[in-house]
């Protein structure tokens, strides 16, 4: 039987082409439920305030780089969205006086200008690699910083990127958010043309995707003018560069972060199920790391709200 078509956008996969059983049991899910939905290989934890939620979030940078040595260089792959945990890791790296010489981070995506046919570049007001070094590098003091060549920012030649992860550097966490679209970084799903035009691209063939130029979903571009432009959706880039599944298959830990300013209530809870349940589908991309064998989703409480019908 035919999947159904998008609600969102016709010519796209995406959670809305679903079984809606499975989109029903997702919203019936309480908080103690999506607490019961870890197993091995996948771990659901609770923040109660924020503060703690984004410590924990930052903390992640500091047992990742404190595992670092100059014979055994170790990173994090690092998200913009959320970002509140960036200034907090550079407080950190300070007070503890924790020197990063051999340490190295991946940044998980930059949007990429069509015209130009090259990543954007670091003036752009939207610029994930400026974020990154405002909000955290800069402000970490310069004898503490990891050393720039061991920053790695996607480019629109993905050429180094995609190296540095096969540079003998261990990744021991790649950190993510979720998007509207279900994605960690930019893995959207695909568009419905050629030979993903009855059905989505297998698991299988969506994680053998590396770091590349995507074209975007337009429910993420619609996400990202409101979660960072105001709304304006015409200042924001149509493609983005992306680390792959291949990258992120790499990392020994993927620890995805729900504060509930990204992602909505049922899309905290649709691929938490699908994570748990190991039900992999490539129109949502967030639910491929049922394949993962190390994933931990952490959720603000406050930001879980509610599955249910309300007017405003």
């Known amino acids: 039987m035919p999947r159904k078509p998008s609600a969102i956008a016709p010519d796209?996969?995406?959670?809305?082409?679903?079984?809606?059983?499975?989109?029903?049991?997702?919203?019936?899910?309480?908080?103690?439920?999506?607490?019961?939905?870890?197993?091995?290989?996948?771990?659901?934890?609770?923040?109660?305030?924020?503060?703690?939620?984004?410590?924990?979030?930052?903390?992640?940078?500091?047992?990742?780089?404190?595992?670092?040595?100059?014979?055994?260089?170790?990173?994090?792959?690092?998200?913009?969205?959320?970002?509140?945990?960036?200034?907090?890791?550079?407080?950190?790296?300070?007070?503890?006086?924790?020197?990063?010489g051999s340490a190295h981070f991946w940044g998980m995506d930059e949007w990429f200008d069509v015209a130009t046919g090259r990543e954007v570049p670091v003036t752009h007001p939207l610029s994930f690699e400026r974020a990154d070094r405002e909000l955290c590098f800069n402000r970490i003091e310069r004898r503490l910083r990891i050393p720039d060549a061991n920053l790695h920012f996607p480019k629109g030649d993905t050429t180094a990127y995609r190296a540095s992860w096969n540079a003998g550097v261990r990744c021991a966490v790649m950190q993510g958010g979720q998007g509207d679209i279900k994605h960690w970084a930019f893995n959207d799903p695909l568009p419905r043309r050629g030979r993903w035009k009855h059905?989505?691209?297998?698991?299988?063939?969506?994680?053998?995707?590396?770091?590349?130029?995507?074209?975007?979903?337009?429910?993420?571009?619609?996400?990202?003018?409101?979660?960072?432009?105001?709304?304006?959706?015409?200042?924001?880039?149509?493609?983005?560069?992306?680390?792959?599944?291949?990258?992120?298959?790499?990392?020994?830990?993927?620890?995805?972060?729900?504060?509930?300013?990204?992602?909505?209530?049922?899309?905290?809870r649709l691929t938490a199920l699908m994570i748990s349940k190991r039900i992999a589908d490539s129109a949502v991309p967030m639910s491929l790391l049922a394949d993962h064998p190390d994933v931990q989703f952490n959720y603000y409480r406050g930001g879980l709200g509610r599955c249910a019908v309300e007017m405003h």
Not at 65 to 83: A, E, H, K
Request: net charge negative; proline share 9%.
């Open 12 to 100: 796209w996969w995406d959670y809305t082409t679903l079984d809606s059983e499975l989109i029903a049991d997702a919203a019936a899910l309480t908080p103690a439920k999506l607490a019961g939905l870890s197993r091995p290989g996948f771990r659901v934890v609770f923040y109660d305030t924020l503060e703690d939620f984004y410590l924990a979030e930052a903390l992640e940078y500091i047992s990742a780089w404190r595992q670092s040595t100059p014979d055994n260089p170790v990173g994090l792959c690092g998200p913009i969205g959320p970002t509140e945990q960036l200034p907090l890791v550079a407080r950190l790296v300070n007070t503890l006086g924790l020197n990063l």
């Open 199 to 268: 059905e989505p691209p297998p698991p299988e063939e969506y994680r053998k995707l590396a770091t590349r130029v995507v074209e975007l979903h337009p429910l993420t571009l619609a996400q990202n003018a409101r979660t960072s432009g105001g709304g304006n959706i015409t200042m924001v880039p149509a493609q983005a560069i992306t680390v792959g599944p291949a990258e992120t298959w790499k990392a020994d830990r993927v620890s995805i972060w729900h504060a509930g300013t990204h992602d909505n209530p049922l899309g905290q």
